[in-house]
């Protein structure tokens, strides 16, 4: 797919995440249960929650630990708030959205702390969440990048079975991963590197090679290429990239790197590609304060 075609790309994620959303908060008990439990978790530290509903005369009931009931009300507010920054599309908006993908960090963070891996988390989807982290919450990095390589080693059969030799991020989401986490000067950002595959996706290698270019012709060059490797892997195959929707609308592996840029004193401002434009004016943002996600990370972070 050309840059031409990448509005509609970007038109599609926000119909599916609205749809999403549509169906999440037409379950009004779902909705009062994500918030109950909340509550309970940060006032008393609760980790194990129950839902139940009755039908047809009968009660079913689900349990939920912390780290999957972290990782439903994260996806919630994430998906609110991009319909919120697709209405407005303001700093503002932009704040607040990525103070809500902020949430997604607490599932791992909680994850580390209990030892668990959680079933709908990837290796691909904590690479992204390491580089949101390095992007826009550097505090919660280090503890990102432990969880990534916890995940990566608990999951070493996953990871080595020849099956997903050149898939799971290993040939460019986790060398970028490691890339930007040396940049950020994190411990033990090279123990990602057994898990990568060789060569590296060209786009990717490039982008780490030209990262810092002056050069606006060559800066956009990467931009497109990744531009274009994300929206080619951008599919409901839990093996690729970009499996998952929230990651698949906001292409965070671009904006991280453009942030890096940002911090060296260069300039992004010429950028072109659509799927990246809407959010270059606002990358040097900081979250919106959000006084529940500081209270879920005092009762999770290890």
């Known amino acids: 797919m050309d840059s031409k075609k990448a509005p509609s790309f970007l038109s599609e994620k926000y119909r599916q995440i609205a749809a999403n959303y549509d169906s999440i908060t037409a379950d009004a008990d779902f909705i009062t249960f994500l918030d109950t439990s909340v ?9 194990l929650f129950t839902s139940s509903f009755t039908e047809f005369g009968e009660t079913f009931t689900t349990e939920y630990d912390l780290v999957a009931l972290l990782h439903s009300d994260a ?4 998906y609110e708030s991009i319909l919120q920054f ?29 030892g668990k891996t959680e079933e709908s988390l990837f290796s691909t989807d904590i690479a992204l969440s ?5 992007a826009y919450f550097p505090g919660d990095a280090p503890d990102v990048l432990r969880y990534l390589l916890f995940y ?3 999951r070493q059969d996953l990871m080595q079975a020849k099956l997903y030799a050149n898939r799971l991020g290993k040939p460019d989401l986790l060398p970028l991963a490691a890339f930007l986490a040396g940049e950020a000067g994190l411990d033990k950002a090279e123990a990602i590197q057994p898990y990568c595959s060789k060569p590296v996706e060209p786009a990717y290698a490039a982008a780490i090679d030209q990262l810092y ?16 490797y994300h929206i080619a892997n951008s599919q409901d195959d839990w093996t690729l990239p970009f499996n998952n929707i929230t990651w698949q609308f906001f292409p965070v592996e671009i904006i991280a790197l453009l942030v890096m840029r940002s911090r060296k ?11 990246v434009k809407p959010f270059l004016p606002y990358i040097a943002a900081h979250p919106a304060a959000r006084p529940l996600l500081e209270h879920i990370r005092g009762r999770v972070k290890p």
């Open 152 to 154: 990566l080693e608990q």
């Open 213 to 228: 270019a002056t050069d606006e012709a060559v800066v956009n060059q990467w931009v497109d290429g990744i531009a274009a």
């Open 86 to 114: 697709r209405d407005r599309n303001d700093q503002k908006a932009y704040e607040q959205m990525i103070a809500a993908y902020g949430h997604v960090l607490m599932v791992q963070l909680a994850g580390l702390k209990q």
């Open 75 to 78: 996806t919630r507010r994430i």
């Open 265 to 275: 004193g260069l300039n992004s401002s010429f950028i072109s590609h659509p799927i």
């Open 39 to 47: 509550e309970e978790l940060t006032e008393q530290g609760k980790e």
């Open 130 to 134: 390491l580089m949101f982290a390095i």
